[in-house]
């Protein structure tokens, strides 16, 4: 399955949206419309427009996909509709439209919708959805109960009702529900509401489950499952041809997109040069949290704030970032384990020419058992000044006795060592080492290729003293930091044991 970073639908997609409903903004994921199968879309369109809310054309696409009908069965096509969109794009007044219409169209038809709690549900119903509908040319063709816990906006035609309910497991009991609507999916931590509303729902053959939301946290339970099941079900449509039974649509910047780029709104925010601007998105730009602004307009999940290591240049590190930099000849290689053993990293430090240092992460892989045999190749192609490794009671140093058998020596003369020896770094020599790539970090005399794994270590890196000093530490560290750890050891190997070592090397170890 194609990684959510990666995926991309056809571009025949995008060509039949824009087709169809002149809509120049297709969600990332979302399923095709199925010219063959009849919609009561355009109906619901009708409705919108009466309530003073011509939809615009992704509006127009979600609600014409999700209400098709299956020619063989004469039923919705879909049971369940999910939509994953920022805020202020028009969510609201679809799904205000898709409840009216569902009133409008049928007899005693069963409406129920849900939002972060009944209070708010009532708040909603009361100052939005009936204000909305009071101010409409449908006035008058409805009657309100206000009385609380029974509140309803009762169609007189057609005797159909729409009520609230709460965030509870007895949400939805009673009689069938035909339409149940869950709004503002990111505040509900858990699947209650939709195991309340599914048994209610049946009997009933028309009957649709929608929820809506913008981007979430990572206490957002029931969203990231829906989220994650909905990717999965769209791309799995593109690849099989075989549309399942609930339509997902998202719009979303994936996070390689910059946040304070008009061209990533524009990829995700279908409303932009309808009912907002880009003036107003820069707006909320400059006075929102990068990370809030990123779950409520790139429909990012906001995750929580990572804890931070005073002794860890992080912020420096973006700034010495060149995708373009080259190792030079002159480099040192390092090993270096996970506390748990379940990965191992190679890195390398090289000279460039213009003296700063190249730090690159070579390989990273499960486990250990493929380590020395890479090492031993990439010792025979590059003649590194040293292979570096921390001293046994490290993870790495049990990898120690391997590789001098298979031929990596420790140098017999610390004062003169040969080139392409085992450097293992003491204690001393890795608080060394630390101390020195935060300076170098910090004053830009390192440069790395901006790889994810490596900068995932860096950020995630944290610190545990040594006497007055420190050193990176695998076990508190909140991700894998062997990478930043070995790029560590093979800077201080290249710099302080590169200037030692004789080039006592025979040339043909590299040929044979």
Same mark, same amino acid.
Not at 109 to 117: K, P, R
Not at 159 to 162: D, F, P, Q, V
Not at 188 to 199: G, K, N, Y
């Given at each position: 399955m194609t990684t959510s970073a990666t995926w991309q639908p056809p571009s025949e997609f995008a060509a039949q949206l824009e087709e169809l409903y002149g809509l120049t903004c297709p969600p990332l994921w979302g399923p095709p419309r199925r010219v063959e199968y009849p919609s009561l879309g355009p109906k619901l369109w009708r409705v919108m427009e009466r309530l003073g809310y011509p939809p615009m054309p992704w509006q127009k696409y979600v609600s014409d996909v999700a209400l098709e009908i299956d020619p063989a069965t004469g039923l919705f096509a879909y049971r369940e509709v999910g939509l994953s969109i920022s805020r202020q794009q028009g969510k609201t007044q679809l799904v205000l439209g898709v409840k009216c219409h569902r009133c409008m169209a049928w007899s005693r =038809?069963?409406?129920?919708?849900?939002? =972060? *709690?009944r209070g708010m549900a009532r708040t909603r119903w009361e100052d939005e %959805?009936?204000?909305?509908?009071?101010?409409s040319s449908l006035a008058g063709k409805y009657r309100v109960r206000k009385s609380n816990g029974n509140e309803a906006i009762i169609w007189t035609k057609t #005797? /159909? @009702?729409?009520g609230i309910t709460s965030? *509870? $497991? @007895?949400?939805?009991h009673g009689p069938p529900l035909d339409l149940g609507v869950i709004d503002e999916? %990111?505040?509900? $931590? &858990? &699947? #209650?509401? $939709? =195991?309340? %509303? /599914?048994?209610?729902?049946l009997t009933r053959s028309m009957a649709q489950l929608w929820w809506a939301s913008a981007g979430g946290t990572e206490k957002s339970v029931w969203l990231n499952k829906k989220r994650a099941a909905g990717r999965e079900l769209i791309q799995q449509l593109w690849e099989t041809g075989r549309h399942p039974r609930v339509a997902y649509f998202e719009w979303f910047a994936p996070e390689d997109m910059p946040r304070d780029s008009p061209a990533t709104w524009r990829a995700c925010l279908p409303a932009l040069g309808f009912t907002v601007t880009e003036d107003t998105i820069a707006a909320e730009l400059e006075k929102l949290d990068p990370a809030e602004f990123d779950r409520a307009y790139l429909n990012r999940t906001r995750k929580a704030s990572p804890p931070t290591d005073p002794n860890v240049p992080k912020a420096h590190w973006p700034g010495i970032a060149d995708a373009g930099s080259q190792p030079g000849d002159e480099l040192a290689f390092a090993i270096d384990v996970s506390h748990d053993r379940e990965w191992s990293s190679i890195a390398l430090a090289a000279l460039r020419p213009d003296g700063r240092v190249h730090l690159e992460l070579i390989d990273r892989r499960p486990g250990t058992n493929w380590v020395i045999p890479a090492i031993a190749r990439l010792r025979k192609l590059w003649r590194p000044v040293a292979v570096a490794i921390a001293s046994t009671g490290s993870p790495a140093g049990s990898l120690i006795d391997d590789l001098v058998a298979a031929g990596v020596k420790v140098s017999e003369d610390k004062d003169a060592p040969l080139r392409g020896d085992l450097v293992v770094m003491r204690t001393g020599d890795i608080v060394e080492a630390c101390g020195q790539m935060a300076d170098a970090i910090k004053q830009g005399s390192a440069v790395h290729g901006d790889q994810a794994e490596l900068t995932a270590a860096v950020n995630g890196a944290m610190t545990r003293p040594v006497g007055d000093a420190w050193a990176l530490d695998r076990r508190r560290s909140l991700v894998d930091v062997s990478p930043f750890y070995a790029v560590t050891l093979a800077r201080w190997a290249l710099l302080i044991r590169g200037p030692l070592v004789e080039d006592d090397y025979d040339v043909l170890d590299s040929v044979y």
């Open positions: =038809q069963n409406v129920i919708y849900a939002a =972060q *709690t %959805f009936l204000v909305t509908l009071d101010d #005797r /159909s @009702k729409l965030n *509870t $497991e @007895k949400a939805g999916a %990111f505040a509900h $931590e &858990d &699947d #209650r509401l $939709e =195991q309340a %509303f /599914s048994p209610a729902m």
